[in-house]
C-alpha cells in the first residue's frame, strides 16, 4: 500500500529524513511518532508528492511518486499540518473546488460530498469562510478535503492537533472507522493517540526509524511493564514487605504521590504473590493496579538515548 525505500531529504546540511525504509499493508494505522523535528512531516509531504526527496524512493499502491505522481495522488488523501489554505472560501465552495480537482460528477459526486459532510458535521458551517471557522472545524475542513474521494491510503499530519479533548475523541473515532477498508499514517506526540488509534508505531528522531512495533511491544520495553503499583497509608513498610517477595527485582516510592511500585524480574509475574501478601499481611491498600508498560518513558528512552551518540560525535 504504501512503501518506502531508504527516503532521505536534506536541507543543506540538515537531514530532515535520513534512510527511512518502511511498508504498510491495508487495515494497518501506523503511528508516526517521534519529537518536534524528528522528520515526520517532511516524510509524509514526500508520500504525498508534496516534497521531492533528495534520495530514495516512496510508493503508494505500488505508483512511485516521483515517476507516476498522477496515479500515487489519485489513490491518497492527505491531511497537511496546520488548516486548510483557501480561508476566504466558504466550505461549500472549497469542497466543491476539491471535488473538481478529484474529478468527482454526477451522483458519485453528490453522495461522496453528503457523506463527508455527514461523517465530519460540517453542515451546519457550509456557507460559513474558513478563516471564520474555529480551529477544532478548521480541522475538520481540512479532514474533509483528505477524504472527499475516498481514498484507500490516508496520510494525515498530526491529525488532532489544536483541537479540544472532546473534538480529538471524535476525530480518533473517525480515523478508526476508516481504518477497517483504509491503509492510515498519522503523526502525533501525542502518546496516548497511539493507543486510541494505531496497530503500530514508529518512533522516529533526527530522521532515522529508532523503532517499529505495535503499541503493545512498545509498552513491554518499558521497565514498568508488568510491575504492579499500590497506594497505601504507610509506603515504608509496603516497599519493605514487597521487596521479601522472590520474584520482585525491586521497590520503589514515587516522590510525588507515595505510590509504591514493585518491579518483577525478568519473565517473572508478582500480581498474584503481591495480591496474596497483602492479603496475608493485612496491608492496608487502597489502590492496586498491574502496569502494562509506560509509552512515555520508553519514547524518551528511545529518542535520547539516540542524542547521546550522535551529540558526542559532534
Ligand atoms: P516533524 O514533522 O517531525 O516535527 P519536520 O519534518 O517538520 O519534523 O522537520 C525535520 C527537520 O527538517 C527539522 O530540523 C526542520 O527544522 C527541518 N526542515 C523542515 N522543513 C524545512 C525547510 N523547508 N527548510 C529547511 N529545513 C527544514
Request: with cysteine; aromatic share 4%.
Amino acid at each position: 500500500m504504501i512503501e518506502t525505500r531508504n527516503l532521505t531529504k536534506h536541507y543543506g546540511a540538515i537531514r530532515a529524513v535520513d534512510g527511512v525504509s518502511f511498508r504498510v499493508e491495508p487495515g494497518q494505522v501506523l503511528g508516526f511518532l517521534g519529537p518536534n523535528g524528528a522528520g515526520k512531516s517532511t516524510t509524509m509531504k514526500i508520500i504525498a508528492g508534496f516534497l521531492a526527496p533528495t534520495g530514495g524512493s516512496a510508493s503508494v499502491l505500488g505508483h512511485d511518486v516521483e515517476t507516476e505522481p498522477v496515479a500515487a495522488r489519485r489513490s491518497l488523501g492527505y491531511l497537511p499540518e496546520g488548516a486548510p489554505s483557501y480561508g476566504e472560501m466558504t466550505v461549500g465552495a472549497f469542497l466543491d473546488f476539491i471535488a473538481d480537482i478529484r474529478g468527482l460528477a454526477g451522483d458519485e459526486r453528490r453522495r461522496r460530498i453528503d457523506d463527508t459532510i455527514d461523517r465530519l458535521t460540517l453542515g451546519g458551517v457550509w456557507n460559513q469562510t474558513i478563516e471564520t471557522l474555529s480551529k477544532g472545524f478548521r480541522r475538520r475542513v481540512g479532514l474533509a478535503q483528505a477524504i472527499l474521494h475516498d481514498p484507500k491510503v490516508l496520510i494525515l499530519d498530526e491529525p488532532t492537533d489544536g483541537l479540544d479533548p472532546n473534538q480529538k475523541h471524535e476525530v480518533r473515532g473517525l480515523i478508526n472507522a476508516m481504518a477497517k477498508d483504509k491503509t492510515i499514517v498519522v503523526s502525533t506526540h501525542i502518546l496516548e493517540e497511539v493507543h486510541a488509534v494505531c496497530t503500530r508505531a514508529i518512533i522516529i528522531a533526527r530522521g532515522r526509524i529508532l523503532a517499529d512495533d505495535t503499541p503493545a511491544g512498545l509498552e513491554a520495553r518499558s521497565r514498568f511493564h508488568q510491575a504492579v503499583s499500590l497506594t497505601t497509608p504507610n509506603p515504608l513498610y509496603a516497599k519493605e514487605t514487597l521487596a521479601r517477595l522472590e520474584d520482585v527485582a525491586k521497590v520503589e516510592i514515587d516522590a510525588q504521590d507515595q505510590r509504591v511500585t514493585a518491579f518483577p524480574k525478568p519473565g517473572r509475574p508478582i500480581f498474584a504473590a503481591v495480591a496474596e501478601l497483602i492479603r496475608t499481611q493485612g496491608l492496608p491498600v487502597s489502590e492496586l493496579a498491574l502496569e502494562r508498560g509506560r509509552l512515555d518513558e520508553v519514547f524518551r528512552e528511545i529518542t535520547t538515548a539516540d542524542a547521546a551518540p550522535a551529540e558526542a560525535a559532534r
